[in-house]
C-alpha cells in the first residue's frame, strides 16, 4: 500500500515525534521557582481531577469532557483558588481526563482478553459482552445499573442481541471484572511537580529563546535556548531545579517515507551486550553492552564516593551533567545502529519477540545494576518511532519460552555461553540468531500480539 497519496498538491501521511530544545544558560533560581509553583498547581488540579471523575459514576462525562471542563468552571472554584492562568488550568484537566481515558481503555482490553479467552461463554453471549464494552453508553448503564437507554437504532442492535443471552448474568461479569482489573488499581495520583503543558498563547519565541507566561499578569520570564527553532503548538516544559536547566518537549509531524526496495521479513531479538540480532546472523549495536557497563561502574564509584563523604559532599550537580553525558552517548549509539539496521535490512516487516517484565534481583549487585541500566524500554520505543518514520511494520510476536525452542524442529534446547543446542536434533546455533529465527517463525504463523508501524500516529507519549 502507499503511503502517498499521489495527487499533485496532497499532503504525504505523516507520522508525530517528540523534539526536545534545552536551556542555554542556568535558569535563575527566582524564574525556576515560579516555573515550579506553575508545576504545582498543574499537579493539584490533576489530582483534583482523578480524585473526582475517575469512578463509574463520572463514566457519561467523559467523553468529549467539556461537561468536566464546564463542572471545573463553574462549580469547583480551583483555578481562583490557586491563581492558576487557564491557559494551564484547562490544559492540566484535559490532561488528567486523558490518563482516565486511557486507564479505562486498558481495563477494556483486558476484559475483552478474557472474554475471548473463556471457553464457557457461548459465541452469542460474547457478542453481547463485546457489544457493551463498545457502546460507552450501554458500558456506563450496566456499571451504574441504570435503564438501558440508547439512540434508536442501537437500542434495537442491543435489544436483538439481549434476547439470546441471560442479561443478568453477564452483565454481573462485567461489574465484577472491572472490579477486579480497574477498581482495585484505585484512583490515579500523580506525586511529580517537574513539568506542565503550555499552550501556543502561553509562550512566545524570540531573542534566540523562548518566553513563558508565569502566574503574575502580563509577565513572562526569558529562557535562553540552544537552538533557534520555534515551533506554534502546545510544549510540554520539563523542570530541573537541581540542575537549573529546562527541556521542552515539542510534537512535530513528519512525512512518512516510503521505499520501495523495503520488502524483507526480518526476524529480531534484542539483547543487553548486543542490542540487535538478526535472523541471518546480523549484528547491530555491538559495543551497547560496552558502554552500559562503564556507565554502571560509573555510577557505581559515584555512589560508593558519595556515601562515604557525604555530609562533606558540596552537591550533585557535577554527577548529574556527567550522568546526562553518558546517557546522551549511550542514546546516540543506539540511534546510530537502529538506523543502520534499517539502512541495511531494508525491512518491510520485522517480528521481535515481547519481552518479559523486569524481575527481582539476583546476588551479583553487580550484575544487577547493569541490568536495571539496559536501555531496553529507549530502545524499543526508537524502534518504533523509526519504523514508522519509514513506513516499516514492527510485530511483535509471543516471548514466551523462545530462546529455549529451537527453531529448526520446536524441539526444547538448552544454553550454554551464548550458544544454543539443541537436545533433540542437534542443531546449533548462537543463542540470539535461535530467537531471532523463531521469532521470524512465530510471526509467520500468525502469533502476534502487537502491530505497530505506519498506521500508528505518535508512539511517544508527549510529556
Known amino acids: ?60 462525562k467523559l467523553w468529549p469532557g467539556y461537561t468536566v471542563q464546564n463542572e471545573m468552571t463553574t462549580s469547583c472554584g480551583l483555578r481562583s483558588q490557586l491563581g492558576l492562568p487557564s491557559v494551564y488550568f484547562y490544559l492540566a484537566v484535559f490532561d488528567a481526563l486523558g490518563d482516565i481515558k486511557g486507564q479505562w481503555t486498558r481495563t477494556k482490553s483486558k476484559i475483552l482478553e478474557l472474554i475471548a479467552a473463556n471457553g464457557n461463554f457461548t459465541e452469542e453471549e460474547k457478542h453481547y459482552l463485546r457489544f457493551l464494552l463498545k457502546v460507552n453508553n ?18 434495537k442492535q442491543h435489544d436483538e442481541l439481549a434476547r439470546q443471552v441471560d442479561q443478568e448474568r453477564l452483565r454481573r461479569y462485567l461489574c465484577r471484572q472491572v472490579r477486579r482489573y480497574h477498581l482495585k488499581n484505585g484512583k490515579p495520583h500523580t506525586e511529580s511537580a517537574d513539568g506542565f503543558s503550555i499552550a501556543e498563547r502561553a509562550y512566545r519565541y524570540g531573542d534566540h529563546g523562548i518566553y513563558l507566561s508565569v502566574k503574575e499578569k502580563r509577565k ?3 529562557v535562553p535556548l540552544t537552538d533557534n527553532n520555534q515551533y506554534g503548538s502546545q510544549l510540554y516544559i520539563s523542570l530541573y531545579p537541581e540542575e537549573s536547566r529546562i527541556e521542552i518537549k515539542v510534537p512535530v509531524n513528519v512525512a512518512v517515507r516510503k521505499h520501495e526496495d523495503y520488502e524483507g521479513v526480518v526476524g529480531a531479538a534484542l539483547g543487553m551486550y ?18 552500559q557497563t562503564e556507565y554502571a561502574a560509573w555510577v557505581r564509584e559515584q555512589a560508593r564516593i558519595y556515601s562515604r563523604s557525604r555530609k562533606d559532599n558540596p552537591g550533585r550537580k557535577k554527577y548529574r551533567t556527567k550522568k546526562r553525558r553518558y546517557e546522551e552517548q549511550l542514546h546516540s549509539y543506539i540511534n546510530r545502529e537502529l538506523n543502520r539496521f534499517l539502512r541495511e535490512e531494508k525491512p518491510g516487516t520485522v517480528y521481535i519477540p515481547r519481552l518479559p517484565g523486569p524481575r527481582g534481583g539476583g546476588r551479583n549487585k553487580k ?4 541490568v536495571s541500566m ?8 526508537r524502534l518504533v518511532q523509526k519504523c514508522m518514520e519509514q513506513s516499516v511494520e ?14 529448526c524442529c520446536g524441539g526444547a534446547g538448552e544454553k550454554k555461553e551464548g550458544i544454543f543446542c539443541c537436545r533433540d536434533c542437534g542443531y546449533t546455533a548462537e543463542e540470539k540468531v535461535n530467537t531471532a529465527r523463531n521469532a521470524l517463525k512465530r510471526g509467520a504463523e500468525g502469533k502476534i500480539i502487537r502491530q505497530t508501524g505506519h498506521r500508528d500516529n505518535c508512539p511517544d507519549k508527549f510529556r
Open 1 to 60: 500500500m502507499s503511503l502517498w497519496k499521489g495527487k499533485a498538491g496532497m499532503q504525504p501521511e505523516t507520522t508525530c515525534r517528540t523534539v526536545r530544545q534545552y536551556s542555554r544558560e542556568p535558569v535563575c533560581r527566582e524564574d525556576m521557582e515560579k516555573l515550579l509553583e506553575i508545576a504545582a498547581d498543574y499537579g493539584r488540579v490533576k489530582n483534583y481531577v482523578y480524585a473526582r471523575y475517575s469512578g463509574v459514576g463520572s463514566l457519561s
Open 138 to 155: 450501554a458500558f456506563e448503564a450496566v456499571l451504574n445499573q441504570r435503564p438501558m437507554e440508547l439512540q434508536k437504532g442501537i437500542q
Open 220 to 222: 513572562r520570564i526569558f
Open 274 to 291: 548486543v542490542m540487535l540480532t538478526t535472523d541471518s546472523g546480523h549484528r547491530y549495536g555491538e559495543s551497547l553492552g560496552k558502554y
Open 367 to 370: 550484575i544487577n545494576q547493569s
Open 374 to 381: 539496559w536501555q531496553r524500554g529507549y530502545i524499543r520505543g
Open 394 to 407: 514492527l510485530a511483535e510476536i509471543l516471548g514466551k519460552g523462545i530462546s529455549a525452542e529451537c527453531s
